[in-house]
């Protein structure tokens, strides 16, 4: 691969890398409001960003091991000394490193938005359906009450 090319790779990717930053905090609103229609669109443009990535990732890795070099920032840097550009080719490379965790930060940060809306509603279809698994209630006295059987919320 070319010391230009390489470059151009980087940059390009540090703007798919951006675009799927941005798709991310969208993502986050959407969870928010439950919009189902608008996450999955998302998604969809998630998947293409992400396929982008991969495909870039693998051909640099494999420039790198057909020079017989490690696929990581060693590798890369012993590279980048043999190019006029190299400079500017590790800047555009810690560029898309600082993009990349943002977005890994961000998709954290949305799998914890998920697995809250997941538990809400778990608690909600429980108490729907009239689990058996009911709170713990104090009678008068602030000793444990007998538990009753409940009945779904359609019953009652």
Known sequence: MQDTALLQQFIEDSGTAQQL???MNLEYQ??????LTELEKLLTQKQSLLALLGQHAALRSQALTTRKLSADRSGLE?????FPSGTEILEQAGKLDTLLIACREANERNGQLIRAN???????LNILQGSNQSPDLYDRRGGAAKATHQRPLSQA
């Open 21 to 23: 930053l941005e798709l």
């Open 30 to 35: 959407a969870l928010s409001q439950r919009d």
């Open 78 to 82: 012993i590279l980048c000394a043999t």
């Open 118 to 124: 997941q538990a809400a509603v778990g608690s909600m």
